[in-house]
């Protein structure tokens, strides 16, 4: 590949996170899916549905800005299709709030048998492990309604690994009221450009300069948090640089004492 090619590189990265907790017993593998901006990845969005089930995954989280509010949904439902078979969670990220048919997004994901988190919690069995996922709509519409949901989620019910879906990992104040083992956000698409050798992003949706989370594993006290570079290749007219589009695969595994 050439140089300059490698640069402006789109081709689709995968990885793996590990994050580890004395509240598992059995290993789960997540697919985290975010910022798709209904980008297009091969006819039916067989490149990524590929690569997702090559990830041999358990269940996938979306975090949000998978619909785009200026383009077409098609991508989207053919992705949400093409992985029907897992469990799946979801939550909206600016793009579903900012478009007038948000309703219409959520119920779309439902209708592939998506679980839908607005300020709520679910209780699951995967890998006859029990988990907690949780989550929130993005503050864009309303931040009297966001409050109110993360009010509704800030105490887990029981002491399961617990995951918290959240769009922006911007808003740091959730990190303060929210118990969670673990929190997965997107909304940064990496900082946009990635300088290398610091491995740091340069600029947020919002204009911030080096936002503090923009890509990869982060410790928030005791919990941990991972952030998507997403997945969006056509949203906006800023090329990526140094920063491909991705797939993580999030490995929720027994501490070292347990294993
Ligand atoms: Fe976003």
Same mark, same amino acid.
């Given at each position: 590949m050439k140089f300059s090619s490698k640069i402006f590189s789109t081709e689709l990265d995968t990885r793996i996170i590990a994050v580890h907790s004395p509240k598992i017993r059995n290993r789960i593998r997540f697919a985290l899916i975010s910022d798709l901006h209904s980008s297009r990845y091969g006819d039916g969005q067989q490149e990524l549905i590929d690569a997702v089930r090559a990830g041999k995954i358990d269940a996938v989280l979306y975090a949000g800005d998978i619909f785009d509010s200026r383009q077409s949904d098609t991508p989207t439902l053919e992705l949400l299709s093409g992985l029907s078979e897992y469990p799946s969670f979801f939550v909206t990220g600016n793009h579903e709030m900012k478009n007038t048919d948000a309703d219409k997004n959520r119920a779309a994901a439902r209708s592939f048998g998506i679980c839908v988190l607005q300020g709520n919690e679910t209780s699951v069995e995967i890998n006859s492990q029990r988990i907690t996922v949780c989550g929130v709509d993005d503050i864009y519409d309303s931040e009297e309604e966001f409050l109110s949901q993360i009010e509704n989620v800030r105490k887990p019910l029981n002491d399961d690994f617990r995951i918290f879906i959240l769009h922006n990992p911007e808003i740091v104040s959730v990190y303060e009221k929210v118990t969670a083992d673990l929190f997965v956000c997107g909304h940064v698409h990496g900082g946009q450009w990635r300088l290398p050798?610091?491995? +740091?992003? %340069?600029? !947020?949706? +919002? +204009? =911030? %300069?080096?936002?503090?989370?923009?890509s990869g594993l982060y410790g928030i006290g005791n919990a941990k948090l991972i952030v998507s570079r997403g %997945? !969006?290749? =056509? !949203? =906006? +007219?800023i090329p990526r640089i140094f920063n491909r589009p991705e797939i993580i695969f999030i490995d929720v595994c027994p501490s070292h004492q347990n294993i």
């Open positions: 050798f610091i491995n +740091r992003g %340069l600029v !947020s949706p +919002r +204009r =911030t %300069l080096f936002p503090k989370y923009s %997945l !969006s290749k =056509t !949203s =906006t +007219r």
